[in-house]
């Protein structure tokens, strides 16, 4: 029996894809039976309960323990540390100082403004009341009462844009999907989250259901629709699982079926699964996918909100897109418009990863610098090294260098940059990564993905690729760069969807502002950045190797050799160009050459 | 062919329309692959061409139309994962199972794949195996890895 006096204690885990993976469902269960022995289970009502995402994936398994109202984190929890927190911190008094959250974490929530995220991590995705508790489907039964138009004018004047790419108002979407014939419409959540490097939609999924359930009911009575579909990956089963829940619980409480909230609306929600195709995310293949086809795209001749799914106008946003809704109409257009910057209004949520100190989901109010982002939220660049730029945009997007870190974030300054939002994946570059790899990373990307509908993309992408690995084996011309130039203009003005055209964004905007890069490999013959293995050799530095055999140890080819306490050497004809000695090597003695 | 497990998986589904991804989803779990005489005989009971059958099959990387491994490992080759050295976790699987990507052993244990992007980039390089996803994975991880899974 604990001593303790607390009435209320509440342990909060999370189990997003992160948590899980780090060991999340262990942690809940090591808690539960912890205090179980404790005999704290009988007498106080413990809740232990799992949240979704809450941001800080570096640290997983995160874990809020609440006692009485006062909230402590503790960061990387496994079974082992669940007992000490029960003993000193729950039954004690004392939480367990040496596990809880640093300063890192606080200064990485500091600039950030939670407002889509603000339910993850606090409430349970697969508890309907808990989100109920939270205010939820209060902004859905309060859209019932409000006219359709009244709605759509509200998201207008709210500024709200479109989150998965382009970035289009979403106001005026729903409009032009109201204002168009036909009786039967179509509201459709797009949550083929397929930009690697972009993991928000997955997190709002499995963190907060919902709220994305939510928005569409408030889409559907503004637009006119009895049927929607959300169309989401196979790869997040989890998301899958938790949205499937949210679907049965809400059914249950008549937020969908038939006559919705007390009214005479009909409205309910259908899961397409996709099937791994990245060009599904693409508006019309999303749709010709949900008809039981080979997702393809369709040319854009008549907008989807006139002729869409089936035919029928349909209203397509992603999954950010329709978890903002609920609170525009909660809380008002003004106060949304008050976020943001001129012309791009609320927060974005942006997924940090790569060379980051802090990787994990960050939201931000529209136009903070980017070098808050990256230098304080993020906590800069690992080991010390350089920053070299950041990747957004997916592979439709680009690279933005050193020189533009003081921009504001928003729609209009990531496209002048020659890059886009997208749907905010943020992939941050040290010096050590190749600006020509990353660029032959994308285009083979979109030719693996790729449809193979139309030819500027089919064949133009294949033989960019085809040039960029030329120049990365060492076999570049002068030539080659203009010829990359000329095939990047005829993709852009002749592929047939959104996908094609983007595809040779990342060799254009690394030539705008890496083509030293290019002509290093091509000229000099030399990968500055050491990754390319045709163009790098490595060596070790005697003046600064200790003689420590790490490398020698770890080297799988077997080249590196030396006495200990002795300088050691690479044999260049075994060597294969791994990196790991030089990544491992506590003293900078490996060299790239 | 296996009509009893075909019905049963028709019977999850009272409409076509809009399913039929969804259908071969379930076959794909259930047999491991899409047999042909399988996808015939749907095609019979729905009255959709075995040609757009096939087409789909074909066209999405969820679906394989050989038989696949016991487990399938699939390692993740988004960016995140790209920039942290996939490819190198990428070689050692290729190495220790002795095959490509798009294969299986020879002893039907392990199917090796790829996927653009699992959404776990603050675990890169990240490896799904089944279902059982591990983050921040060394080459020499894969070892221990992999025998977790033999049988």
């Known amino acids: 029996m604990g001593s303790t006096t607390a009435k209320e204690i509440v342990i909060s885990v999370c189990a997003g894809t992160g948590g899980v993976a780090a060991g999340g469902f262990n942690v809940i269960e090591a808690f539960k039976a912890e205090l179980d022995k404790n005999g704290l289970s009988a007498n106080y009502q413990p809740r232990v309960h799992k949240v979704g995402c809450r941001g800080f994936c570096a640290k997983d398994v995160l874990v809020d323990v609440q006692v009485d109202g006062k909230t402590e984190t503790y960061q990387f929890v496994t079974p082992e540390k669940v007992a000490p927190i029960v003993s000193e911190h729950i039954v004690g008094g004392k939480p367990v100082k040496k596990w809880l959250v640093k300063k890192d974490y606080h200064i990485f929530h500091d600039k950030q403004q939670k407002l889509v995220l603000a339910n993850c991590g606090q409430i349970d995705p697969e508890s309907i009341e808990e989100y109920i508790a939270a205010g939820g489907y209060r902004a859905a039964s309060k859209a019932l009462g409000m006219g359709p138009d009244e709605i759509i004018e509200i998201i207008k004047a709210s500024g709200l844009r479109g989150r998965g790419g382009g970035g289009f108002p979403t106001g005026i979407k729903w409009e032009s999907c109201r204002r168009a014939s036909g009786v039967v419409k179509y509201v459709l959540c797009n949550a083929d989250e397929g930009d690697p490097g972009a993991f928000m939609?997955?997190?709002?999924?499995?963190?907060?259901?919902?709220?994305?359930?939510?928005?569409?009911?408030?889409?559907?009575?503004?637009?006119?629709?009895?049927?929607?579909?959300?169309?989401?990956?196979?790869?997040?089963?989890?998301?899958?699982?938790?949205?499937?829940?949210?679907?049965?619980?809400?059914?249950?409480?008549?937020?969908?079926?038939?006559?919705?909230?007390?009214?005479?609306?009909?409205?309910?929600?259908?899961?397409?699964?996709?099937?791994?195709?990245?060009?599904?995310?693409?508006?019309?293949?999303?749709?010709?996918?949900?008809?039981?086809?080979?997702?393809?795209?369709?040319?854009?001749?008549?907008?989807?909100t006139d002729r869409g799914l089936w035919g029928k106008p349909s209203n397509l946003n992603n999954v950010e897109t329709w978890a903002n809704v609920p609170m525009i109409i909660e809380k008002g257009a003004k106060w949304y418009a008050g976020i943001g910057s001129e012309r791009s209004k609320g927060t974005k949520i942006f997924s940090l990863v790569g060379k980051i100190n802090n990787t994990g989901l960050v939201e931000v109010p529209m136009g903070i610098p980017l070098r808050d982002v990256i230098f304080k939220i993020g906590g800069g660049i690992p080991k010390k090294k350089q920053f070299k730029a950041v990747q957004t945009g997916g592979p439709s997007g680009g690279c933005i260098p050193a020189s533009l870190l003081d921009m504001p974030l928003d729609y209009e300054h990531l496209s002048e940059a020659g890059s886009m939002m997208g749907s905010g994946g943020m992939i941050v570059m040290d010096e050590d990564t190749c600006m020509v790899d990353v660029s032959k990373y994308f285009l083979q990307f979109c030719v693996d993905e790729g449809c193979g509908q139309c030819t500027p993309c089919r064949e133009g992408v294949f033989q960019m690729v085809r040039l960029l690995n030329e120049i990365t084996e060492g076999k570049g011309t002068e030539k080659h760069i203009g010829l990359l130039e000329e095939l990047a203009a005829?993709?852009?003005?002749?592929?047939?969807?959104?996908?094609?055209?983007?595809?040779?964004?990342?060799?254009?905007?690394?030539?705008?502002?890496?083509?030293?890069?290019?002509?290093?490999?091509?000229?000099?013959?030399?990968?500055?950045?050491?990754?390319?293995?045709?163009?790098?050799?490595?060596?070790?530095?005697?003046?600064?190797c200790t003689g420590c055999t790490l490398c020698a140890r770890n080297c799988p080819a077997g080249a590196i050799t030396g006495e200990k306490k002795e300088p050691h050497v690479i044999d260049q004809d075994k060597c294969i160009v791994c990196r790991i000695c030089y990544e491992n090597c506590k003293f900078g003695a490996v060299q790239k050459g | 062919m296996d009509v009893a497990a075909m019905d049963a998986i028709l019977a999850k589904f009272p409409t076509i329309r809009g399913n039929l991804i969804g259908i071969l989803h379930e076959m794909q779990s259930h047999f491991n692959y899409l047999p042909e005489e399988d996808l015939r005989y749907l095609s019979k009971k729905t009255q959709i061409p075995i040609t757009q059958i096939y087409s789909i099959a074909n066209f999405y990387n969820r679906f394989s139309l050989k038989p696949k491994g016991k487990n399938t490992v699939c390692v993740c080759l988004g960016t995140a994962c790209h920039v942290k050295g996939a490819e190198r976790v990428m070689d050692e699987i290729k190495a220790q199972l002795k095959v490509d990507v798009g294969e299986s052993t020879d002893d039907m244990q392990f199917s090796l794949e790829e996927v653009r992007c699992i959404g776990a980039c603050s675990l890169a390089p990240a490896v799904v195996v089944n279902e059982e996803t591990y983050g921040q994975v060394a080459p020499k991880q894969i070892h221990g890895i992999l025998q977790k899974f033999k049988k």
């Open chain 1, 490 to 544: 005829t993709i852009k003005d002749t592929s047939l969807c959104a996908l094609g055209t983007s595809a040779p964004n990342p060799v254009i905007s690394t030539l705008r502002y890496f083509r030293d890069e290019y002509e290093a490999h091509i000229f000099d013959k030399h990968c500055p950045a050491g990754v390319c293995k045709a163009l790098t050799h490595f060596y070790i530095d005697a003046d600064k």
């Open chain 1, 201 to 304: 939609d997955r997190s709002i999924i499995e963190g907060n259901p919902h709220a994305v359930i939510e928005g569409m009911i408030i889409g559907a009575h503004a637009i006119g629709s009895v049927e929607g579909f959300v169309y989401i990956r196979a790869e997040y089963p989890l998301a899958v699982e938790r949205l499937r829940r949210a679907l049965e619980q809400a059914r249950e409480k008549h937020f969908l079926g038939k006559k919705i909230f007390g009214t005479e609306m009909d409205f309910d929600i259908k899961i397409v699964l996709g099937a791994g195709a990245f060009v599904c995310g693409e508006s019309t293949a999303l749709m010709t996918s949900i008809e039981d086809k080979a997702g393809e795209p369709r040319p854009k001749y008549v907008h989807t």
